[in-house]
């Protein structure tokens, strides 16, 4: 790919939807990274620390878009025009041999999330930029999906970094 075909991708929407963050998740998700802090499994627990309900573990959202709370009458119509750009470069490269990597996770949090939250998110390609390593190129791919609340407020934004090396 080249240059001008990544910079043209830069500002795409990767994704949209609505998640409503419920007690089965939070406490599944809790129980597969190995935390068994009360917290995230018995609400007068989570109340006595402070919290509305059972909150999200730090880490949730790293699956949260992926259609868990998500019910199909409540998303709103595929903003990319069924043509995703992670999906468009991040397969032409992959195509070409190499591996694919998730890089980086990070995720700010704008207040607590917790369970019974209805949150509104929507993924886009922030960047995409290549570093030579030796005599391979690595295409790195920024995309950041924010999460907020009906009032349009910021809840959560999570920032992944996909790399290519080839």
Same mark, same amino acid.
Do not use: C
């Given at each position: 790919?080249?240059?001008?075909?990544?910079?043209? &991708?830069?500002? %795409?929407?990767?994704?949209?939807?609505?998640?409503?963050?419920?007690?089965?998740?939070?406490?599944?998700?809790?129980?597969? /990274? !190995?935390?068994?802090?009360?917290?995230?499994?018995? &609400?007068?627990?989570? =109340?006595?620390?402070?919290? %509305?309900? !059972?909150?999200?573990?730090?880490?949730?959202?790293?699956?949260?878009?992926?259609?868990?709370?998500?019910?199909?009458?409540?998303?709103?119509?595929?903003?990319?025009?069924?043509?995703?750009?992670?999906?468009?470069?991040?397969?032409?490269?992959?195509?070409?041999?190499?591996?694919?990597?998730?890089?980086?996770?990070?995720?700010?949090?704008?207040?607590?999330? =917790? /369970?019974?939250?209805?949150?509104?998110? %929507?993924? =886009?390609?922030?960047?995409?930029?290549?570093?030579?390593?030796?005599? &391979?190129?690595?295409?790195?791919?920024?995309?950041?999906?924010?999460?907020?609340?009906?009032?349009?407020?910021?809840?959560?934004?999570?920032?992944?970094?996909?790399?290519? &090396?080839?």
């Amino acid at each position: 790919m080249t240059e001008l075909d990544l910079n043209s &991708r830069i500002g %795409r929407p990767t994704s949209e939807g609505v998640v409503t963050v419920e007690r089965a998740t939070v406490t599944a998700f809790a129980a597969s /990274v !190995l935390d068994d802090s009360p917290l995230y499994r018995n &609400r007068d627990a989570a =109340v006595a620390a402070g919290f %509305r309900d !059972l909150p999200a573990p730090p880490t949730y959202f790293f699956s949260a878009a992926q259609n868990w709370g998500q019910w199909e009458e409540e998303q709103p119509p595929d903003p990319t025009g069924g043509s995703n750009p992670m999906a468009e470069v991040m397969g032409t490269l992959l195509a070409t041999g190499g591996l694919i990597l998730h890089g980086e996770q990070e995720f700010t949090f704008h207040r607590d999330v =917790v /369970v019974g939250d209805k949150l509104h998110q %929507r993924g =886009v390609v922030k960047d995409i930029y290549t570093k030579q390593s030796g005599d &391979r190129t690595m295409t790195f791919m920024v995309i950041e999906t924010t999460y907020t609340d009906d009032a349009g407020d910021p809840v959560v934004t999570s920032t992944m970094n996909l790399l290519h &090396r080839s």
